[in-house]
Structures are given as structure tokens and as C-alpha cells.
């Protein structure tokens, strides 16, 4: 089906995925009615900057809003999570009870903030966590009282809310169940580099402990922090970093596999739970678990904000394409990048770190704020990572790009709705 033909295309997402597939639509020629959703009440913006710049600006908070682009002519529900997606009838059901029908979807919900587990009492006001712009607001007032803080798990997100409280001169306390921060993400040696770097800086790093419980004040408010090593720590606000879960349950009972993020085909089509391909429905961005070349195929959903906006614009292409061959784009075939920014170190990545079997370090200067390693998996390149280096990048992205150049596959099959 051309893109003039179709009547109604809905995008459930109302961030960087989602928007840059909007975006595509109409740069690609679609003219029919489009539809963005989105739970939050407020226009798309941008992510990453609510854990830096937001946290530290020192007057006001600066502008993260997403540009929309000029002429995009969509209908905006913001403020309305959807709640159901049919397959059969083709609507989505949103928190208001109302129902869009659809000719094409985009599922690009992105993911949650990872809560304290179910199994262990509630934690109390003052534990918080960051992922919105309203988290960011109220944890960057909680700063501002400068209490004692605790950031419960040192991955990237972790890593810079203790960065920028520390940069504000808080007391701050990264806690961390691994013997290293990010060890799972970028291996050990990379791991103790960042350690360095906190405590470098002042944090007080508490690496292969978890926390046990929290204690409150008369108030009931938090109080301090309980840890497996028996030792307490005092504090005003936890901020629990514990990473993020795809936000799939609003697809429970669709029928579609969304165990872990929705299971895409490699050109991003969204799959039933016998694998079969969903006409007309995409899934982009954090919410997404596509196949990975350099993961041997294995099917990721990746959190970066180059991921969301690369899938975002390759998801709204295969939608447009329909069941037309001629006009179908080949495999995503992106690599993977991320990036952060601690204590004034410049970290860059490409490629898949974590799914590297060897590691080898090619140069290591604390004082000098200089890293570069290339990870390896059964001898070959997955992935490359620096720090003060970005230019040495160029290289390892050009022997990934090899790797993922498309091939012939016979695509999943179809089946009727």
C-alpha cells in the first residue's frame, strides 16, 4: 500500500522514536492523517540532558524541548497513555476510553524507570527516581537543599546523577551491586576507570553491595540507607538507578511478543508470539528487540539516543513500504553508539561492548583522561570505547559498518489477521 493511500497512521510515543518517525512519514510523502500519542502531558523532548544539564544548570533548568518540525500536521493526544492495541479491529484504546483505528502503527513507548523490587517493603518519600522531566525537576529542588545523597546503581544514568550532585558539592554515595561501575556495559577494566573517576572526585564509591533497607526519620521521610556490607549511610535522597524496563504492558493480551521489549523482524516489523510478522505495525526505540549482527543475531533493545533516532526513521520507511518490495528498505543495519560525560571525561562507544568475550586495551591514562579499548568476540571486533578520544572512533565504526552490511534473507512469514 503507497503512503497517499493510507487513511489513518498512529504512533504510540511521544518522544525522540517517535517523533523522528512522524518526522519521516511526512518527509517520505504521507498526507493522510497522523496521530502521535503520548503519556505525558507535555510536547516531545529530549532525555539526556535531564540527567546533566538539567541537575547543575544554576539558575533555571534549560529547554530540552524536541523541534517539531514545520508542517508535521499531526493531531497530538498527549496526556493519554494507551492502555490496548487490537490487531483484529486495528485500534489503539487509550487512558480515556477512547479507541484510534489505525491503517499503520508505530509503537515507540520507550521504556520505565526499573522501581524497587515488589518482594521488599516500599521505600519512602525520598526515594525517588529519573526519568522524566517532572523526576528531573523534583530531584534537581531535592539537590538544591543539599542534603546528603545515594545513588543506588552506577550505570551511565547512575553514574551522572552522582556527577552532577557532586559537581553542586553534595555528599554523594554510589552504590553499586557489581565490583565495578558500568562492568556489565563496558567490562572491568573500563569499570574500575570510571571508579577512579568518581572517587577522584569525591564520591564514595560502595562497589559489590546492595542495599538492604531504608530508615526513615519522625517524618517518615528517608533517612539513611541500610547496606549488605552491615554499614549505614546517611541520606536525604536515593535516587534509585537501577536501569529502565521497555514499557510493554499496555500490549498484555495483543498477541504480539513483547517479553523484554517487542520482538521486531530485522526490518523493524513487530512479531506475534509464533513469530509471524504484524501487517502494518512498527516498533522503534527503547521499547524495541531487533536483531543484532554483532550480537550473532541475538535480539536486543538497545537504550541509546542514537538507536531511538535511527530506528525511529527506518521504522516509518518499512511502514510506508507496506507489503511493496520495490519500495522496502533493506535490514536496520545501524551501529550502535552511546556516549557520556563524567567529571569533565568525554566517554564514547560504538558498537556492543557488553557482548565482547576479550577486551584489549590499547591505551590507559587516569591523570591524563585517556582510555581507548576494542572489545573482541570470538576474535572479532563487536565494539570500541574511549575516553579523551573520540577521534580514534572513525576506525572501529568503518570495520563495524562492514560487518553489518545486509544480506539476502527470506523474510518472516506473514499471517492472516
Known amino acids: ?55 547543575t544548570a544554576p539558575d533555571r ?38 479507541r484510534l483505528p489505525y491503517d499503520g502503527l508505530v509503537i515507540a513507548t520507550g521504556s520505565a524507570a526499573r522501581s524497587w523490587p515488589a518482594a521488599k517493603l516500599s521505600p519512602p518519600a525520598g526515594v525517588v527516581t529519573l526519568r522524566s522531566w517532572d523526576d528531573a525537576l523534583a530531584l534537581r529542588a531535592a539537590l538544591a537543599e543539599g542534603g546528603p ?121 513487530v512479531l506475534r508470539t509464533d513469530g509471524s510478522v504484524v501487517p502494518d505495525v512498527v516498533a522503534a526505540g527503547d521499547v524495541a528487540r531487533v536483531p543484532q549482527p554483532l550480537a550473532d543475531g541475538e535480539r536486543l533493545a538497545l537504550g541509546h539516543w542514537t538507536n531511538a533516532v535511527e530506528q525511529g526513521a527506518a521504522a516509518a520507511a518499512t511502514l510506508l513500504a507496506g507489503q511493496d518490495p520495490a519500495q522496502a528498505p533493506g535490514p536496520f543495519a545501524a551501529v550502535p553508539s552511546f556516549w557520556s560525560d563524567l567529571h569533565g571525561a568525554r566517554i564514547r562507544s560504538v558498537g556492543l561492548p557488553a557482548g565482547a568475550d576479550e577486551t584489549r586495551v590499547v591505551e590507559h591514562d587516569l591523570a591524563g583522561r585517556r582510555l581507548e579499548i576494542s572489545y ?8 570500541a570505547l574511549t575516553i579523551g578520544r573520540t577521534g580514534r572512533l572513525a576506525p572501529y565504526r568503518s570495520a563495524l559498518e562492514e560487518r553489518l552490511t545486509p544480506t539476502t534473507a527470506e523474510p518472516p512469514r506473514s499471517s492472516p489477521q
Do not use: N
Not at 20 to 47: H, S
Not at 376 to 383: I, K, N, P, S
Open 149 to 269: 545523597l545515594v545513588v543506588i546503581g552506577a550505570g551511565f544514568l547512575g553514574g551522572e546523577i552522582a556527577a552532577a550532585a557532586r559537581e553542586r558539592g553534595l555528599d554523594v554515595t554510589l552504590v553499586e551491586a557489581a565490583a565495578q561501575p558500568l562492568e556489565h556495559a563496558v567490562g572491568t577494566t573500563a569499570g574500575a576507570y570510571v571508579a577512579a573517576l568518581h572517587r577522584e572526585a569525591g564520591i564514595e564509591m560502595r562497589t559489590s553491595t546492595t542495599v538492604e533497607s531504608f530508615l526513615t526519620g519522625a517524618d517518615g521521610r528517608l533517612a539513611g540507607v541500610r547496606l549488605s556490607d552491615g554499614t549505614t549511610v546517611r541520606a536525604d535522597t536515593a535516587v534509585l538507578a537501577l536501569g529502565g524496563m521497555p514499557a510493554t504492558g499496555w500490549l498484555a493480551g495483543s498477541g504480539l511478543a513483547h517479553d523484554g521489549g517487542v520482538h521486531c523482524d530485522p526490518h523493524l516489523r
Open 376 to 383: 573482541h568476540r570470538a576474535g572479532r571486533l563487536v565494539g
Open 61 to 98: 533548568p534549560p529547554d530540552v524541548e524536541l523541534p517539531v518540525p514545520h508542517g508535521l500536521e499531526a493531531r497530538w493526544r498527549l496526556g493519554q497513555a494507551a492502555t490496548r492495541l487490537d490487531l483484529v479491529t486495528r485500534t489503539v484504546t487509550l487512558a480515556d476510553g477512547a
Open 1 to 55: 500500500m503507497r503512503a497517499a493511500d493510507r487513511r489513518e497512521l498512529v504512533v504510540v510515543g511521544a518522544s525522540l522514536a517517535g517523533l523522528r518517525a512522524a518526522r519521516t512519514l511526512r518527509e517520505r510523502g504521507f498526507t493522510g492523517a497522523l496521530t502521535i500519542v503520548g503519556d505525558e502531558p507535555r510536547p516531545p523532548y529530549d532525555r539526556p540532558p535531564l540527567s546533566k544539564r538539567v541537575l
